[in-house]
């Protein structure tokens, strides 16, 4: 079984926020409870709080994009298309802001759901209305990749570039979703072109990630073991300890990660602490780091670490409590199909 590794940029990641022109407003009171609650993935509460936003006569438009997001956190795609579309329904006025995020869930939803060409269609329309929305070529890019048709792939990857030529994440976006369907040539050639064409106004810290994308890694090493003489942030952290992992020397990424968490706890660290302890066969230090990384309830890396806490139960030979761990992790995520398939063979153990 194999662990999760959680990357510093994930495709679709959804944010949720709650927008300017709720705040402050007493009218609001039922989403901004189920707003809270889809943060806190209570979606299933999220649902009953909005249901009676719309009864109440609160801000339909709101409350039925904050349904649509409770939908999307209980993998129900169908339902959080149909509750996106209504919110677009009760806009008034023209494109603002508002629009364009629904818009963009209404995309991630066919996304998540398969329906590829409707998430196309929509990425469509909102460069249709706003051509200079690089996130929308970028996803639309990911979106043909997934159909297997590269040239208009790479053709709204490179539009994206174009229109965020100094946005380094977008472009370790674009790469490792290239990466993950055979095309790492392709990818890495845009990070080194970015590399020879930018170098010199980017940061050691820039200079250093991007260097470990293109397996440059004793330079990422160096760049970031510079950088990291000027700031404590812990992406640099981050890097720098997965650096050394992918040089082999797992034991000196350890105590990287281990030396920052004695001084500020961070789920993503607790999470690369555990896979370098895994790589160590220290399994019972490594489920504790993921344990520990649990207790801080990030709720953008519960489920990674959540995954990874059943992988040191099943290395550790403790197969009932991998079992009931792995019956709690698919009920929030049940459409995690590498999950089902582990709990089919752990049930064989």
Known sequence: MKWKQAGLVAMLLVTVSFT???AGNSKMESIKTGMEAVSA???EEALASFDAAILNGEDKEQAYRGQGLAYMGLTQYEEARTSLLNALSFHKGGPDELVYDINYYLAVADYKNGDLEKAIATYSSIL???DSESQAYYLRGCAYLEIENYEKAISDYEMAMQLSPTEYSLFIDIYTHLEEHGY???GIGYLKKLLEEQSDKMSLYDKGRISYYCKDYESA????EEARLDSKDVTIIIMLGKTYEALGD????ASIYAGYLKETENAVIYNRLGVCRLELEDY??????FQAGIKLNDTTM?????YNEIVAYEYLQQYNQAIVSMEAYLKKYPDDEKALREYEFLKTR
Request: aromatic share 6%; net charge negative; glycine share 0%.
């Open 20 to 22: 300017s022109a709720c």
């Open 41 to 43: 993935m209570q979606y």
């Open 128 to 130: 249709a209305l706003k």
């Open 184 to 186: 790492e040539e392709a």
């Open 221 to 224: 090493r160096n760049n970031l």
């Open 250 to 253: 797992n034991n000196y990424a």
């Open 284 to 289: 019972q230090s490594a489920l504790e780091a």
């Open 302 to 306: 519960m489920q990674t670490l959540s």
